[in-house]
């Protein structure tokens, strides 16, 4: 169970990274990245972010460019949360897969 400070801290750095991720698509071109979730751990230390990467066939490439800029991300949301938040927490970057899932299914079901 959530408590109503881990959705509040969930929803700023959804909303943080969005803005940062806005930034990094406009420097490439004919892709856009958002942030479809944020889950927190229960001590605020770790971020699980679920990342929607469109086009799919450059996803792992942009996942490999996200985990490589990943300290520099975290510094940005830092300067950004800094009043906020203390401590600033970790962030796992995850694939978001719902969009795939759904469309196969769909797929499935026109068959």
Do not use: C, W
């Given at each position: 169970m959530q408590t109503t400070r881990q959705q509040k801290i969930e929803r700023l750095i959804q909303k943080d990274l969005s803005d940062i991720f806005l930034g990094y698509t406009r420097r490439l071109h004919g892709v856009l990245v958002s942030v479809s979730e944020v889950r927190i751990?229960?001590?605020?230390?770790?971020?699980?972010v679920y990342l929607s990467i469109f086009p799919t066939d450059r996803q792992q490439e942009l996942m490999t460019l996200i985990e490589q800029e990943h300290g520099k991300i975290r510094g940005e949301m830092g300067t950004l949360e800094r009043h906020q938040l203390r401590?600033?927490?970790e962030l796992n970057f995850h694939l978001d897969e719902?969009?795939?899932?759904?469309?196969?299914?769909?797929?499935l079901l026109k068959e």
């Amino acid at each position: 169970m959530q408590t109503t400070r881990q959705q509040k801290i969930e929803r700023l750095i959804q909303k943080d990274l969005s803005d940062i991720f806005l930034g990094y698509t406009r420097r490439l071109h004919g892709v856009l990245v958002s942030v479809s979730e944020v889950r927190i751990s229960p001590d605020l230390s770790i971020a699980h972010v679920y990342l929607s990467i469109f086009p799919t066939d450059r996803q792992q490439e942009l996942m490999t460019l996200i985990e490589q800029e990943h300290g520099k991300i975290r510094g940005e949301m830092g300067t950004l949360e800094r009043h906020q938040l203390r401590i600033i927490p970790e962030l796992n970057f995850h694939l978001d897969e719902t969009m795939d899932k759904m469309a196969r299914i769909d797929e499935l079901l026109k068959e």
